[in-house]
């Protein structure tokens, strides 16, 4: 005897049960991505200073 199945329910069940840990991995992508672009502002920052230390060496 076989039994039929609604895999459209079944597939519901598995979705919610994947929201906790695709909200964790979206969450740590965007730390990952924030913390990468800051270090390039900083990294920019700091070579844009050191610039205009340079210039300002230069006319004193």
């Known amino acids: 005897m076989e039994m039929m199945y609604d895999s459209s329910g079944i597939g519901l069940f598995a979705l919610i049960g994947l929201l906790p ?7 740590i ?7 990468v672009k800051a270090i390039k502002f900083m990294d920019m920052k700091q070579k844009l200073d050191q610039e205009k230390n340079e210039k300002i060496d ?3």
Request: hydrophobic share 80%.
């Open 29 to 35: 992508i965007f730390v990952i991505y924030f913390i």
């Open 21 to 27: 840990m695709l909200f964790n991995l979206v969450i």
């Open 58 to 60: 230069q006319l004193i």
